[in-house]
């Protein structure tokens, strides 16, 4: 009984939030950012949430293609050791750790094309 009432009720709440929908021009990078800072939600980033929310959207809007299509797996955030919030950057291209994922891979390689 009570599952059925919480049933209904989200099936009423996804319509309505369908019904409250609009679309938004990717070229609105003002109300894509209030979203992206709407999104993050953590008490430990709040302070930089305005800094992550930018680099969300210009992640997005960097790989997305003609039709305005962005596969989230082409899209990588990495957090690294000593390295604080602030520190946030946005890289365009291929980034390649210098560290050896395991103890038989190369130290070097030559002539890879």
Do not use: C, W
């Not at 009570?2 to 209904?8: A, E, K, V, Y």
């Not at 894509?32 to 930018?54: D, H, M």
């Not at 990588?76 to 980034?95: I, N, S, Y």
Request: overall charge positive; cysteine-free.
């Amino acid at each position: 009984m009570i599952t059925n009432g919480f049933r209904l009720a989200g099936g009423h709440a996804a319509k309505v939030l369908r019904e409250m929908a609009r679309e938004i021009p990717p070229q609105d990078a003002k109300t894509l950012n209030r979203i992206a800072v709407t999104a993050i939600n953590s008490k430990a980033v709040a302070p930089y949430k305005e800094k992550i929310g930018a680099a969300a959207v210009q992640s997005v809007a960097e790989e997305r293609d003609s039709r305005y299509i962005a596969d989230i797996n082409d899209i990588k955030v990495e957090t690294k050791a000593g390295r604080a919030v602030t520190d946030l950057e946005f890289l365009e291209g291929t980034v390649l750790d210098p560290q050896r994922l395991n103890q038989r891979m190369p130290r070097r390689v030559e002539k890879a094309l």
